[in-house]
């Protein structure tokens, strides 16, 4: 098997492979540029917390820089230190609080009750198209204020901005380009008629103290939106296919379900949606791992081969929803540690609980599901499920 479809097909023997053999060592980025991939737990941790790895693309000396976005959507907080991090984090971070969480429970379970109705009670879908899709778009749109004929797009975007396809290189600009124009004229549309929503909250920020420049404004409504649906629908549809895969786990849960908080938290250490964190370059020379990294070079964290690495998880390529998660870092650690985890979280347990007590039969469907062709994200193509 080529290495690149081992990677999609099972990343986390290639990374216990490369956690025993170089745990820091250079590799090919995926647009052929190079960049250090580092696996093993104490080394990701560490490298998360280090400031002298930076996410602003100015330190990179050529290697791997990630997509190339232009400038109205690539100032966001993936490619910001503090203190600009800080600043923009902090006025985005009122809409992810743990109250204002608390109050979207319910608008989260009307909206997942809502879509079941639609699957009724028996039947066969693709549970990614019909549910995971729907819910985690509908939930960061609601919150942002994306009026519903914005929606429908927005997957074929995010799609060929996360996991390019080298067959359709155009792809990937056209989605850009729509992008682009579609947050331009959301925008326009906000300043002419305010609501009661995060991105009319954010212009009056913008409007009212030039905290936020234009294009900061316009990027971080990408971000919230792209990251908001991106990792939310990933880790529904990991979740559902790992406990369907683990029937005794999924029992355990079905008679427990007070086990859901904890469950989704081994779920997102077991089967992630990010690989990768977001690349990091290198301020200055320094050691990772006990190997040298040049000032410039591009650095790559894996999650997920840190959350499999059995000196810090006993057994780690078990499901075990009892299991003591403290420390994963499925969700990233540090000044850039997830700022939408607590609503991913809700959602995550709503979505499992409302789906597991409406849908008692839910079982795979056909031909095993497709992991979509990508190193940085682990995500299902599509679920097909019966019930």
Known sequence: MDPADELVEDPYRVYRQLRADSPVRPIAGPDGSTAWLVTRYDDVRQALLDPRLSLDKRHSSGGYKGFALPPALDANLLNMDPPDHTRIRRLVGRAFTASRVEWLRGPIRKTAERLLDALGEHG??????????PLSITVICDLLGVPDRHRADFRGWTDALVAPDPARPAATRDAVVAMLGFFTELLAAKRREPADDLLSDLIRVRESGDVLSEDELMSLAFLV????FENTVHLIGNAVLTLLRHPEQLA??????????????????????????????ATED??????????????LLSLAAADRDPERFGDPDRLDLGRDHTGHLALGLGVH??????????????????????????????A??????S??????TALPVSY
């Open 124 to 133: 066969r879908t693709d549970l990614i198209a019909s549910y995971a899709g």
């Open 225 to 228: 939106l792209l990251a908001g």
């Open 286 to 299: 320094l050691v990772l791992g006990g190997v040298a990294v040049p000032a410039g070079e591009t650095v």
């Open 252 to 281: 355990l849960l079905r008679e427990d379900p007070t086990r859901l908080p904890n469950a989704v938290e081994e779920l997102a250490r077991f089967e992630g949606p990010v690989l990768l964190a977001i690349r990091r370059f």
């Open 337 to 366: 540690y997830c700022l939408g985890a607590a609503l991913a979280r809700a959602e995550v347990e709503i979505a499992l609980d409302a789906l597991l007590a409406r849908l008692p039969g839910l079982r795979l469907a056909g």
């Open 368 to 373: 095993q599901p497709e992991w979509r062709p």
């Open 375 to 380: 190193m940085r994200s682990r995500s299902l």
